[in-house]
């Protein structure tokens, strides 16, 4: 796999994505940019193509939504299965995000939300059910994120 | 802290904002959950006000973008700092996610992207500066998402 | 499963039962609480239909019952086969507590009581013959038990 | 310390109280032992004299209740301090059973239950103000007891 | 098993040959206890009989002796094979000390000698054929010995 | 610390000794190595000033003797003091074995006999006060020992 | 840092080099690779200013050039130290290699070689007074290396 | 296995050669060692053939020559396949070091490098086909070596 070269107006598109990646739209980005919002919206869909971009999303705060449990299970898939089965435990009911982790144990770690431990123990059947060890059940109770200030907060600054 | 009571309306649009949060504008989310726009945008309002949604995010393919080096810091810090660190935290270059964990030891989460080891150092050189004591660090591959399939996806496919 | 609402006299008449829920008899709760024994006793009939309520248990120290080992074997079984061999664990002669643990590994914990280590031995083994697997067996010294403080004692100290 | 030397009358009671110790009174267990109720009750007074038998509880399942959360904190202290901090840690509103433990790590577990993370933030925050080190914090889904059944069935089924 | 009741004299005789198993023969025990030699000599005969005396042996320094590895494998077995196989492996050339553990995983430690890593390799070949498990091989480095202190010193000082 | 250089007689007397260092008198270990008893007490001498021999020990069988609880200690120390609290913690009353272990963590086990819960916190206490690290209190159940096979059965059979 | 772009005659000395870095001598390597001899001293002068190669060395065999015992040290030290202990570690008598690992915990291994247990204790006791925690003792028995094959292989067999 | 005695010409030999195997050149050695460079020939084909010396190899800055992932992969494998599977695995693409350990589990430590995660899966999913059990990916930063301090620095300071 071959990085994509980003040059300075990619950066600048993704960190003002990461900002606010629903109500910053082209034209604002192409003003802080510096480049014409078609330019923006060409860029963006480059960027989708290269799999650089994969989705919006929401950040929800699931507790406040009445769903109290909010866990990452961590679990041990064979090295070779590992794709496969990240993408299968994408499919079952309360899975929110899966990430394949570089390691021998403990290779896989799948969100999931629930409003009670009945949700969990069944999400937790499903995912044994396709041959997924799971090690630990981790509860979240805060999620913060905010840009990677390595793409181009100075674009921006300059712009 | 009382969870939000969330009605089918709410359900709904979190359920569109989760499969697209940027194409999935005022006037479609309408469509699909059958009130008019001007609902979608004052329910989203208050959903944000609520603290239920915080923020919309692009989901980045960091390895693809060049940054070959995305990593999850596995800490403990005392569960009475934890709050504070985890926002301090967040004001590293190169962060881009805290997760709290409910537990005593590795309670706190912290996603970090570099494009070589040194500036993998340089995080945790920083993480420790601030009195937090890493125990892993975790490669990621792949990260996967999809909507939190126990919100409106019915009252969509009724819409 | 929705959560039982419990009222000020629910929780008034579970907070004298943690209390002695031996020599706490109706009447006794009934005054406190300021209801007629009548009420004391429909409410804990409710309350243990409603499975909130699951028996009254003496606390004993087998220690000095000329037991001396008491002890908690940390176990892993598959999560859908959890609640059948938590049943059937409680069947070991020697077995006075099972709790499911929402984990992967270690997600049940068998509570036992013998005089020596033949004892022990023959409890492990048999945990063993159902499929069990033990990782710890970790010796209990003292326990000490008091009220959930979150039920009434508010309703009691203003009864 | 001495263990106490139970006999069969003694143990015929134990195995009756643990079945039900609210509805098993002193004439209904006279009558299965085989003596007086005035027995009983010297006996039972005796047991709780000796340390032997240290309270009567309701088994209460929390979840229903409405109490989401049940915990078992995993703790480690010092073990010239282990029996201080087991009775001071009982003072912490939401706890509801400690054990000392025989080892060096991991030598104290704390359960509590509460209706949030925040509940349970606020109880580990308190368990670390005391000094104690917090290693892991499992969840309990259900919990089953029965009677330890070395004491007296075979009094009670011969009598 | 009922323990063996231990009076004062067999108390002093085990002391005395905790300190010197081979030079402390039956007339110096004797005249330190206050009894006769032969008297040492049945209450010696019976101690081996009831399994509470298995032999005397010398404390040796194998790196002093030219086999610088002295090492505990550390092992899990099912334990209804546990007792079997701790004699089995006690058959194995450079095993010479083996002990049940009361646990699950880890629930056997096997101590053995060698001269060089090839002897501790078919050691531990040996331990897998078996059907042992090794988790960990430590290696030892001085190992000291002392009379257990609960047996009669007491009866010697004053004898 | 060069190694002793063992002979053949030394071997075929040390075999000997393992066997039964009690019985196996010099004249019965004489006959089978083919030397004189003589040889044999010098040799034994030379075997003990050279520090290969480190005393006598009879094997007990604790919990036989009436003691219950057998356990080791395991525990870590700067590697810098291990020689010292090794020493040290062999004058606590319960502790009858020391091993140095060559690791950073878990590098001394202690080896300890106690009759009840009390005895073994009483130990720990002291063990904590010399400012040993306590990780697990592991409790032994049955122990065998054997000869080390390296040593002269060759000589002795062909003798 | 910038990774060194290397071409294909880079790649074929490194693979030569890798194959035997005492015996190609510049001609052999030149011979196979296509290039003079001059060039090829020209540019292992360059790999060796840009820190790519960094010394030549025996691999050694210590158990059998009588030097028992070859451990790795596996460590924790602060990551803002981690380079400095680094270095200070090489400086310690028996030490032949250390690597930095990109980890909280465990991210310092050290490689030394002893004659025997004392030589391991002189070692770990400078380790400690450095301010190096040291977790295990990790005994390697035979070392096997190759040349990486991503390097000029191909050039090679093409040459 | 009987060691190689070694003399002070094999040590200072050998010194040299850990200084640099490839410029310290053989008349360079015999100069310092004070033997004719005939004398140092065949001592280092004695030491190749007594499989003391096993190869010369450059040390490599993986990360500097564009491969940014420079991994430890800690594995299990059965003893008796330990061997067998060492030699195998170093067959795999990218693969650059093994080492076995002596130990029961993360008996097998394998070295490799890649520039991307694709490539370390590659490799994780071969060795995962061998039947090695992958624990850990360990990343590396910096690899320092030096001389084995034991060996003649003292012949060659005399010399």
């Known amino acids: 796999m071959v990085p994509h070269e980003l040059d300075e107006v990619d950066r600048g ?24 919002p078609n330019t923006v919206r060409n860029r963006m869909e480059r960027l989708e193509k290269a799999g650089i971009i994969n989705g919006y999303h929401p950040q929800i705060d699931y507790e406040r939504a009445g769903y109290q449990l909010h ?10 299965d590992r794709k496969r089965l990240a993408d299968e435990s994408l499919g079952i009911e309360g899975v929110i995000k899966v990430c394949e ?55 921006i600054e300059d712009g």
Chains 1, 2, 3, 4, 5, 6, 7, 8 share one sequence.
């Open 13 to 36: 598109i993704l960190h003002m994505l990461q900002e606010d990646a629903r109500n910053n739209v082209a034209s604002t980005i192409a003003e802080e940019v510096g480049v014409s």
């Open 71 to 80: 866990v990452v299970f961590v679990c041990t898939v064979p090295v070779s």
């Open 101 to 155: 982790v570089l390691s021998g144990h403990r290779n896989l770690t799948i969100e999931a939300v629930g409003s009670d431990s009945d949700d969990l123990t069944a999400i937790a059947e499903r995912l044994e059910a396709l041959g997924i060890e799971i090690h630990d059940e981790r509860f979240l109770k805060n999620v913060r994120t905010q840009p990677f200030n390595h793409f181009g907060a100075d674009v």
